[in-house]
């Protein structure tokens, strides 16, 4: 932020020392993640690659082993860039974030944490400590992101998460896309999917509906048209994983 000049502080904190914000905990139907959590030990846990293997798709393609090494959870969600990927991830795992300052901590949903490009609901004086996500039976999830070059910011990802109901059916389902301004996730096509089979028809049409729903902007990255065909065909892509992975879970 600061080199890119977008941040001017007059005072800078090293909060690296706040080890006690390094965990990654389950409680119950609950798995914590401090904010201090670095992405390469998310990427290292088997927990989270088990419980939520879309965070484990999304941290192999962000950045590099220097910055995966650094980089935090907490960091990248509050850093707010549209292009962050793990922003996306927390989205359609339906987490959410706990905010702790003078006032006392409170928690809400990561759909209302991110307020604008580089702009959250954390206030000056507080300080984001953790983010919860909640474990569901017979879920899966999936990432995939399309990058000029390894470990470049995408041009276009998507990522998308679902629970199956004991006949088959997607009880939830969440889609989320990186990069192209989107603001939530994708709710008309979560509503198409909800309470029906998965089907290659149905994720087709979901694709459609991501495609329509974003809005891009033509950049060195790529031209409208190249983004929203993307936007479509990783949208497909992800909800197809996302759906084996729940078939195939061994939880609950
Ligand atoms: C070369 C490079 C390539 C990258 N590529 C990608 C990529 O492909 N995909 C991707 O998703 N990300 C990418 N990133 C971002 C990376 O994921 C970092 O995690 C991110 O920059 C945050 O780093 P940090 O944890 O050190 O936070 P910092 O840079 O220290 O902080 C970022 C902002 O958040 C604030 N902040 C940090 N922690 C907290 C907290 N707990 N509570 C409140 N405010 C807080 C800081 O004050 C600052 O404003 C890249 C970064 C670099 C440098």
Same mark, same amino acid.
């Given at each position: 932020?600061?080199?890119?000049?977008?941040?001017?502080?007059?005072?800078?904190?090293?909060?690296?020392?706040?080890?006690?914000?390094?965990?990654i905990?389950?409680?119950?139907?609950?798995l914590?993640v401090?904010?201090?959590t670095r992405h390469a030990t998310l990427l290292e846990s088997a927990e989270v690659s088990r419980l939520f293997p879309i965070v484990s798709d999304a941290e192999r393609v962000i950045?590099?082993?220097?910055?995966r090494?650094?980089?935090?959870i907490?960091?990248?969600?509050?850093?707010?860039?549209?292009?962050?990927d793990l922003?996306t991830v927390c989205?359609v795992l339906?987490?959410?974030?706990?905010?702790?300052?003078?006032?006392?901590?409170?928690?809400?949903?990561?759909?209302?944490?991110?307020?604008?490009?580089?702009?959250?609901?954390?206030?000056?004086?507080?300080?984001?400590?953790?983010?919860?996500f909640?474990?569901?039976?017979?879920s899966g999830s999936a990432y995939e992101k399309?990058?000029?070059?390894?470990?470049?910011?995408?041009?276009?990802a998507?990522g998308a998460a679902?629970?199956?109901?004991?006949?088959?059916?997607?009880?939830?389902? /969440?889609?989320? %896309? +990186?990069?192209?301004? *989107?603001?939530?996730?994708?709710?008309? &096509?979560? =509503?198409?999917?909800? @309470?029906?089979?998965?089907?290659?028809?149905?994720?087709?049409?979901?694709?459609?509906?991501?495609?329509?729903?974003?809005?891009?902007?033509?950049?060195?990255?790529?031209?409208?048209?190249?983004?929203?065909?993307? /936007?479509?065909? %990783? +949208?497909?892509?992800v *909800?197809?994983r996302a759906?084996?992975r &729940?078939? =195939?879970s061994?939880? @609950?």
């Open positions: 932020m600061m080199k890119l000049r977008l941040a001017r502080p007059e005072w800078l904190i090293d909060i690296n020392d706040l080890r006690e914000l390094d965990f905990l389950r409680n119950g139907d609950v914590r401090g904010a201090m950045a590099d082993p220097t910055v090494n650094r980089g935090t907490g960091g990248s969600l509050c850093q707010a860039d549209p292009a962050e922003s989205e339906r987490g959410s974030a706990v905010i702790r300052g003078p006032r006392g901590e409170r928690v809400i949903p990561l759909t209302e944490f991110h307020q604008g490009p580089y702009e959250t609901a954390v206030a000056q004086n507080e300080l984001l400590t953790e983010v919860r909640p474990i569901r039976p017979r399309v990058e000029r070059r390894v470990g470049d910011w995408a041009i276009v998507a679902m629970s199956l109901a004991d006949d088959g059916t997607m009880d939830d389902v /969440a889609m989320g %896309l +990186t990069s192209v301004g *989107l603001a939530g996730t994708v709710t008309e &096509a979560e =509503d198409l999917l909800r @309470g029906k089979a998965p089907s290659e028809e149905l994720f087709v049409e979901a694709g459609r509906i991501a495609a329509r729903a974003c809005d891009p902007v033509a950049d060195q990255r790529g031209p409208v048209d190249y983004k929203r065909h993307l /936007a479509d065909e %990783l +949208t497909r892509r *909800l197809r759906a084996v &729940a078939t =195939d061994q939880e @609950g």
